[in-house]
């Protein structure tokens, strides 16, 4: 399995990028967010792949970090999206408006990806909502790769504020991405830290979610 390519950029077309790593060249198709984010030819860069086999075909798939690839994976078992359905997703709404959409049960935002109507929309929410906690609880630790100068040189983790446990501020940084008001989460998530002693990330994320939900 080919998880994750460093080379150079040989050229970029509409679907697919084709990288030259030490002379030999990978076809690797990414979403159009993806693609818009390499450099020119000739550049560092570096993506995580998902490697697709199938009886007749073998293809590659880009992405810019680990939470982006783990949503491709998760989108594609969903019945009726496939890799196509699942870049074109991606590339509408990026890997933060996924995770918003799927965690908030806001199916009409799927629908803004070309091909995807609105029966497959509302599976894909019902099927992934579960689940959104836990990929979205990867943001706050996985690695974003296209930063370039990361292809040849390690890069150095962020500290975290010494004051704030590892799982809650994975959870504040999620719930920040869905676009909750931090010291509404920061509360929520004191509070639901306290009652929760020893609970992974993505259940903190799920409790507060339901939390932080608006009362009929």
Known sequence: MIGKLSGRVDY???????????????????????????????????????LLVREDLLQLFGFTSLVEKEWHRLLMSVQGIGAKASLSILGALGQDGVSRAIALGDWNSLKAAKGVGPKTAQRVVIELKDKAPGVMAMLGGAPQIHDLGEVFESPVPKPRPAHVPSVQADALSA????????????????????????????????AALKKLAPKS
């Open 175 to 206: 719930l920040g991405n869905l676009g909750y008001v931090p010291g509404e989460a920061a509360a929520a998530v004191a509070e639901l830290g306290a009652e929760m002693d020893g609970a992974d990330a993505a259940a903190l994320i799920r």
């Open 12 to 50: 970029r077309s509409t679907d697919h990028v084709m990288l030259d790593v030490r002379g030999v060249g990978y076809m690797v198709y990414c979403s159009d967010r993806t693609l818009a984010s390499l450099p020119a030819a000739g550049e560092p860069v570096a993506l995580y792949t998902d």
